[in-house]
Each structure stands twice: as C-alpha cells, then as structure tokens.
C-alpha cells in the first residue's frame, strides 16, 4: 500500500490524508526557518556544503541539522550529492538573497506575522477579529516594518511582490488596448514596479506610482535603477482622503484586499470621480469563484483576515456590483497568472 493512499487494498479507509494535512505545517516552518537563517544564500554563494560545514556557517546545534537539512531535501528545496547538500533550482533562483528574483521578503513576514496569527486561528474563528498585532499607522511603518530601521527588510518585502507584479504588469501592458492612452496610475504601487513595466513595454505612456509618502525613498531607488525616472513619477498620498492622480487608466492591484466592504466601495467612488469620461479602472486580486476547492486562494484569503481588520479576498461578483454602484459600466472580467483575475471597468 503507498503510505499516504486513503485506503487500504482492501478498501478499508486510512488516516493518511489527516496526518498529511496536520503535518504540512512543520514543511511550512521548515522553510520559514531555512530562509531566517539565509542557508539559500549562504548555498548560493558558498556552493555545495556538508551538514557540519553548514552547521558551522549557520550557528546550528547538532540535535536537528541533519535531519532539518533532509527534509529541505524531501521538500525539493534542498538536493544531496553524497554528503554535500546543494540548493535546488526553484530555491536557488527564488530564495538567495543576493538575487533578484528573491521572494524571502514573503517568507520572512510569514514567518513573522502570518504563522503567528494562523496559530490563533480557533480565536479567530471565535471573534471573527484579526490575531495579527495591527501595524502603527505611522510615516516609519510600511510592510508592518520600521522602513528608517529595516530599510532592507523593507526592500526584500518589495521584491517578492515585485515577483508577481513584473508577470501581471507583462500581461497588463499586452492584453489592454493602450494605444489612445497618455497617462496611467497605480494606486498603491508600492515602489512602482508595475508601473515600470507597463511604461517601458509602451514608451508613449507616462506613469504614475500613488503611494503613501514612505514608499517614495524605495521608488526612487528602484526607478532610478531600471533608468525610467522621466516618465515614471512618484505621487505621494493618502486613496483614501488625497486626491488621486490625473490619468486615464487608474489601477488598484493587491489594494482591495486588504480592507473591508465599505473601504473598497470608497476606492472604487473615488477611482470613479478621478477618471475622465472614458477613463477605464483595473483591479487585479486573487479573486474566489466560488468553489470550495480554490484551496490557495482561501487560504490567502483567509491570511489577509487574520491579519487585518478587514481585508479578505473577494468574488468577481462582489467586484462587479461595487464597480456597478460606483457608476462603472462595460466590466470585463479575466483571469490572470495562474491564480488572479484581473477586471476592467468603464467609465
Ligand atoms: C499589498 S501592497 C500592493 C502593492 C502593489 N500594488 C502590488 O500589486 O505589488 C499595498 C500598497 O498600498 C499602499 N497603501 C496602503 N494604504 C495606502 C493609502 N491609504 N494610500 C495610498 N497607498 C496606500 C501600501 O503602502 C502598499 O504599497
């Protein structure tokens, strides 16, 4: 019998499928702890070590390495030639630091924020409240980080969202039409990666990052870097007390879920008071159809809950009557990615 089958050759049920599932936190945490002691890094940058040589590099005790280092092997993020372990391929390209293709910057907060807050899940379920401690809503907190004391925290946090933006940015700057287009906006674009790659792929269009006033040292830099500083700006503000910029298409991306029902209706008010008669308002999310098995998605969705007062995902449902009673008209829904939709609404 395989082990993890749900039944016996004789048909007789096994209690395997519950042992994956209660199991599947320690790989979680296994991983969360590989990248809070930057063994991917220190693999990439050193090569191939033994279990006492990483032991040493790491600062482990001896109890647990050899078997924490197998079951990085067991989970595909580890390989072992002989005595040497080696970091896999998807580890290696997502997971050394000095990359930047480096999404850590989502495990670290996992590990931080999320993990802590799924262990309170029962209270949750209880209270309906979030179990995360609420980020001081101040101009030194951006990611639930002091940005003046961890700017490279704060830095590896915009990079693994970068990891998604770049890809949804490619499929943005294809699928719409932006020939009669002249200005764009991303509300809440972070250090204006997604901005970035819709500019550069359409050289006409001038783009602008709307984000609050602490994202603007890490714009900077970014934008600097990618050489796109004359037609990518930094505005900054508050979406939902500033005005928003002047442009033609305005974009809320991984916006709307983090705040509740009465909060999204006000972003998409006041996208639709910004636009010209014209103007059209994209939203990409990982958006639930419904289905009970969209296992990722409510888990995400489920994360944003437990970690905020009031953000959760939502359905492509929800985003059209919202986008009808903010005064939208022509809402054409699409998927995005492997797991996001992205809706475009008229004006
Ligand atoms: C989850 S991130 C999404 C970043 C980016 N759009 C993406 O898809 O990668 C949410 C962004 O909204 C910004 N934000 C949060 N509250 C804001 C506010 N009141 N006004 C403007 N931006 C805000 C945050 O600073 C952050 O950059």
Not at 109 to 137: H, I, N, V
Not at 293 to 317: N, P, R
């Amino acid at each position: 019998m395989p082990e993890s089958s749900a039944t016996t050759e004789h048909g007789a049920l096994t209690p395997e499928p519950i042992h994956r599932v209660l199991l599947a936190y320690c790989g979680s945490k296994a991983l969360m702890s590989a990248v809070e002691l930057d063994l991917f890094s220190v693999l990439a940058q050193d090569g191939p070590a033994t279990e006492p040589e990483l032991r040493r590099k790491l600062g482990l005790h001896p109890r647990l390495a050899r078997h924490f280092l197998d079951a990085l092997v067991a989970l595909d993020l580890l390989r072992a030639d002989g005595e040497r372990y080696a970091n896999s391929p998807v580890a290696d390209h997502f997971l050394d630091r000095a990359k930047p293709t480096c999404i850590g910057g989502f495990a670290e907060m996992t590990s931080d924020t999320f993990y802590p807050a799924w262990g309170r899940l029962t209270k949750a379920l209880r209270t309906g409240q979030a179990q995360a401690p609420q980020p001081p809503d101040d101009e030194d907190h951006l990611f639930r980080v002091n940005a003046k004391e961890q700017p490279d925290r704060v830095r590896r946090f915009m990079a693994s969202m970068d990891s998604h933006s770049t890809r949804i940015g490619d499929e943005l700057a294809a699928r719409l039409d932006w020939s009669a287009r002249t200005r764009f906006a991303d509300l809440g674009g972070a250090r204006g990666n997604l901005t970035a790659v819709i500019a550069k792929a359409h050289p006409h269009l001038r783009g602008v990052c709307f984000d609050r006033p602490q994202s603007r040292p890490f714009f900077d830099e970014h934008i600097g870097r990618l050489g796109l500083s004359d037609r990518v700006t930094f505005q900054a503000g508050d979406f939902f007390a500033d005005p928003l910029p002047a442009a033609d298409v305005l974009i809320y991306g991984h916006v709307l879920h983090d705040w509740g029902p009465d909060s999204r209706r006000m972003l998409l008010d006041r996208a639709y008071q910004a636009l010209p008669e014209g103007g059209a308002l994209v939203i990409y999310d990982r958006m639930l159809d419904g289905s009970p098995k969209d296992l990722s998605k409510l888990m995400y969705s489920m994360t944003f809950m437990l970690a905020s007062a009031g953000g959760s995902e939502y359905s492509v449902d929800e985003c059209r009557d919202w986008l009808r009673q903010a005064g939208f008209a022509r809402i054409d829904a699409q998927p995005l990615l492997h797991d996001h939709t992205v809706v475009v609404a008229h004006k």
